[in-house]
Nanobody, 120 residues
Framework: QVQVVESGGGLVQPGGSLRLSCAAS????????MGWYCQAPGKQRELVAT???????NYADSVKGRFTISIDNAKNTVYLQMNSLKPEDTAVYYCKADLTLRNGPTFRYWGQGTQVTVSS
């Protein structure tokens, strides 16, 4: 059984910073990549940033230069450092993990989501 658990959301003022964490645990062979998506009320879930186990990254244009994704392979944990936050960053942030299981296939797992609210 695999679990993906996020932490680190909350309320922050515009211009502030937050750091999200997401840990994958359970029975799997390896991480292909992990990442973050966000979903604001009334909108579809959209990509924020992803990172492979080798460290290759991909960012949405709206967060480039403000957000940084990193991975600790020893801890099976991905981080999202969010700086210069804007009210439009307000959303539920979901962690996704593409994992190769011990018997071969790769599956995508999602965390339960963590709320980020940027407001004065």
């Amino acid at each position: 059984q695999v679990q993906v658990v996020e932490s680190g959301g909350g309320l922050v003022q515009p211009g502030g910073s937050l750091r999200l964490s997401c840990a994958a645990s359970g029975s799997f062979f390896s991480i292909n990549d992990m990442g973050w998506y966000c979903q604001a009320p009334g909108k579809q879930r959209e990509l924020v940033a992803t990172i492979t186990s080798g460290g290759s990254t991909n960012y949405a244009d709206s967060v480039k230069g403000r957000f940084t994704i990193s991975i600790d392979n020893a801890k099976n944990t991905v981080y999202l450092q969010m700086n210069s936050l804007k009210p439009e960053d307000t959303a539920v942030y979901y962690c996704k993990a593409d994992l190769t299981l011990r018997n071969g296939p790769t599956f995508r797992y999602w965390g339960q989501g963590t709320q980020v609210t940027v407001s004065s």
